[in-house]
């Protein structure tokens, strides 16, 4: 009976220990959103560091550039790095557009133009299908969404010919 509680208590650790390491296994560097609406990015990997800034934009995309136990260092469009705890970052994918730039109903520059959208708005990424100059994205209008094509040379928070489903 003690082996068998033993062993199981032996197992249980060894998998949360596997468990926790498979998390910190994701590629560095790597694109990730704001899950909240208010976060702050401090100097170092800890909340005894000074905030630096604190950002106002929920889903506003950012890089992971280095990891250090809870913490995440983060890079922005303008290159402006911190450190920002894990909880407050999401996997789920969005993009902001650095230039003007229309919305397109088809993956294609010839297609009818659905919106005009401007620099600096944030959008979800619904899919960037793989050897093609477009990603779907959906954009929110107060209640209302669109979702529409966007050449994927306007888009910051996307690696060159990254696929995304």
Known sequence: ?????????FLYVLGVSFYANAQEQIAVPRFVSLKMGEVNLRT?????????????KKHYPVEIIDEYELWRQIREID????????????????????????VFKKADISSKIKAYVTKDVVAKVEKCPAKNDFCELEFEYGEKTLTGWVKRDVLYGLYPNEVIK
């Not at 009976?1 to 199981?8: I, Q």
Request: net charge positive.
């Open 1 to 9: 009976m003690k082996n068998k509680l033993f062993l199981s208590l």
């Open 79 to 102: 290159g402006t790095v911190g450190w920002v705890h894990r909880r407050m970052l999401t996997g789920i994918r969005y993009v902001l557009l650095k230039n003007d730039t229309d």
């Open 44 to 56: 170092g990997p800890g909340g005894r560091y000074p905030i630096k800034y604190v950002y106002k």
